[in-house]
T-cell receptor
Framework: KQEVTQIPAALSVPEGENLVLNCSFT??????LQWFRQDPGKGLTSLLL?????REQTSGRLNASLDKSSGRSTLYIAASQPGDSATYLC????????FGGGTRVLVKP | DVKVTQSSRYLVKRTGEKVFLECVQD?????MFWYRQDPGLGLRLIYF???????EKGDIPEGYSVSREKKERFSLILESASTNQTSMYLC?????????????FGDGTRLSIL
């Protein structure tokens, strides 16, 4: 059974610092991996999707890497801003999405 | 932009009531999903549907049913609501079957069962 882990559960950084968020999964036979952002009391916003054949995806200040063989993905957010404060979730797709528990990020002004 | 709309942001119901949660998407997606999200347990898949009138059980279907009479609408039904069904419910949709299509989520319905 696929298990997805995100460590740490919470992270606090000063504004301007780069954010590094980790996601690990136990079964490498995935179709893709998706990163989401969730603001308090809201739904999920899709940030990036990496296909199993890809190594990374970029969108603006966001860059996500995927290493299937080691079962890891990393989301980098450059030059963090207070507006980046949210919970970040990763999910891997086999026949369905399996989610990690999320990392709650606070960017302090 | 994909729009997934859940009919209520907050809902309060009583134990034993039949509860309907509605979800509508405007992008002609074939796939639709219902999740619940609980602290410490993350997101768990309740039911999903790959086409009209088609449904499949997810990881935690007990106590729930679904209805997909039209492609754009996917309803989650709590047949007899219980307090352990108090949760945040999230609906999502995606294009058919292809592995490279992201899921898009609604804003969620926070349901309280008293």
């Amino acid at each position: 059974k696929q298990e997805v882990t995100q460590i740490p559960a919470a992270l606090s950084v000063p504004e301007g610092e780069n954010l590094v968020l980790n996601c690990s999964f136990t079964d490498s036979a995935i179709y893709n991996l998706q990163w989401f952002r969730q603001d308090p009391g809201k739904g999920l916003t899709s940030l990036l999707l990496i296909q199993s054949s890809q190594r990374e995806q970029t969108s603006g200040r966001l860059n996500a890497s995927l290493d299937k063989s080691s079962g890891r993905s990393t989301l980098y957010i450059a030059a963090s801003q207070p507006g980046d404060s949210a919970t970040y979730l990763c999910a891997v797709k086999e026949n369905k999405l399996t989610f990690g528990g999320g990392t709650r990020v606070l960017v302090k002004p | 932009d994909v729009k997934v709309t859940q009919s209520s942001r907050y809902l309060v119901k009583r134990t034993g009531e039949k509860v309907f949660l509605e979800c509508v998407q405007d992008m002609d997606h074939e796939n639709m999903f219902w999740y619940r999200q609980d602290p410490g347990l993350g997101l768990r898949l309740i039911y999903f549907s790959y086409d009209v009138k088609m449904k499949e059980k997810g990881d935690i279907p007990e106590g729930y049913s679904v209805s997909r009479e039209k492609k754009e609408r996917f309803s989650l039904i709590l047949e007899s609501a219980s307090t352990n069904q108090t949760s945040m419910y999230l609906c999502a949709s995606s294009f058919s079957g292809a592995s490279n299509q992201p899921q898009h989520f609604g804003d969620g319905t926070r349901l309280s069962i008293l």
